[in-house]
């Protein structure tokens, strides 16, 4: 099925560091989703995004719906160990004939060194 | 609050028999409800969509006979792998669409189930 462009891949950064990642498409969305996924866990929603430029903040974390509708980014600021995980990118058309479906990113892998 | 549950959480079981999943939202109404399949280190692939009344619509490439959704409520959906065989562990996910929530309607995930065919 159809994917998102997502990335880094991964990322190794030191404690205290700011992460930024990024997901693009061809296609346009109605809303942006970032999640979160520990190991052996399903994913955890971070933050939702549902008009075209937005910039909302949770916590450390701050994303942006693209303007154009077809990317979004996510920043994690003053990174702390628990940050460790897969991120994963997702867009979604909010439209009965889409049945709102969300089209996952790869993700990108996070290792915070303490 | 959005809070979706998968039962069980891990599960063994021996080539050729067929296992169920639940997946249930404890404190919202779902219509619909997303089945996912996640390989080691790849993304969550999605499996079918599941409406509330109505029969799943599967995405391509997903063999309806074999993984069978049962949505019976509207807080509880059910995959039945049938026939499993080894090629069929993996890590299975469901999630629940929130209506009810003002200016909202997001998925939330359930924990996941653990498919191991020997």
């Known amino acids: 099925g159809q994917q998102l462009n997502q990335s880094p891949q991964s990322m190794f950064i030191q404690e205290g560091e700011d992460v930024s990642m990024n997901c693009t498409s061809s296609s346009i969305f109605n809303t942006w989703l970032w999640y979160k996924q520990d190991p052996g866990e399903g994913p955890v929603l971070l933050i939702a995004l549902y008009k075209a430029g937005e910039l909302t903040s949770n916590g450390r974390l701050t994303a942006q719906f693209g303007i154009t509708r077809k990317d979004s980014f996510l920043n994690i600021s003053a990174s702390i160990p628990s940050d460790v995980g897969i991120y994963f990118c997702?867009?979604?058309?909010?439209?009965?004939?889409?049945?709102?479906?969300?089209?996952f990113g790869k993700g990108t892998l996070l290792t915070v060194n303490p | 609050g959005a809070v979706v549950s998968q039962h069980p959480s891990r599960v063994i079981c021996k080539s050729g028999t067929s296992v169920k999943i639940e997946c249930r939202s404890l404190d919202f109404q779902a219509t619909t409800m997303f089945w996912y399949r996640q390989f080691p280190k790849q993304s969550l692939m999605l499996m079918a969509t599941?409406?509330?009344?109505?029969?799943?619509?599967?995405e391509q490439g997903v063999e309806k006979d074999k993984f069978l959704i049962n949505h019976a409520s509207l807080t509880l959906s059910t995959l039945t792998v049938t026939s499993a065989h080894p090629e069929d562990s993996s890590f299975y996910i469901c999630?629940?669409?929130?209506?009810?929530?003002?200016?909202?309607?997001?998925?939330?995930f359930g924990p996941g189930t653990r498919l191991t065919v020997l």
């Open positions: 999630s629940a669409r929130d209506l009810v929530r003002p200016g909202t309607d997001t998925q939330y």
């Open positions: 599941s409406n509330e009344g109505s029969k799943a619509t599967y």
């Open positions: 997702a867009g979604q058309l909010r439209s009965g004939g889409s049945n709102y479906k969300l089209t």
